[in-house]
């Protein structure tokens, strides 16, 4: 079983950087594919970025391309998503989620339904 914890949400002005982080309790997530999702008020989750267990890969939005960076330590079952530029239609509940299957396509790492374990999330607004 593994538990998540996500930090580092707030409330930021446009163009603002935000740093949430992602911890884990319980197994290792060294061999896990890690993502992170997002959901804005009276919009579906929808995914945000995704890396592979070895952080040889990266997958992301494109509406968070090249603004958001996605990172892991798995010596300390953390995983990372670096926000710059903010902008007001960031501000939604932010989650992390681990998928326990270690190889991962572009299409895996996007679909919610393959991730085993969520966090409560985390709230990041972003005013203009």
């Known amino acids: 079983q593994v538990q998540l914890v996500e930090s580092g949400g707030g409330l930021v002005q446009a163009g603002d950087s935000l740093r949430l982080s992602c911890a884990a309790s319980g197994r290792t997530l060294s061999s896990y594919t890690m993502a992170w999702f997002r959901q804005a008020p009276g919009k579906e989750r929808e995914f945000v970025a995704g890396i592979s267990w070895d952080g040889g890969s990266t997958y992301y939005a494109d509406s968070v391309k090249g603004r958001f960076t996605i990172s892991r330590d798995n010596a300390k079952k953390a995983v990372y998503l670096q926000m710059n530029r903010l902008k007001p239609e960031d501000t939604a509940v932010y989650y992390c989620?681990?998928?326990?299957?270690?190889?991962?396509?572009?299409?895996?790492?996007?679909?919610?339904?393959?991730?085993?374990?969520w966090g409560q999330g985390t709230q990041v607004t972003v005013s203009s």
């Open positions: 989620a681990a998928d326990r299957t270690y190889w991962v396509t572009p299409a895996r790492a996007r679909a919610q339904g393959e991730y085993d374990y």
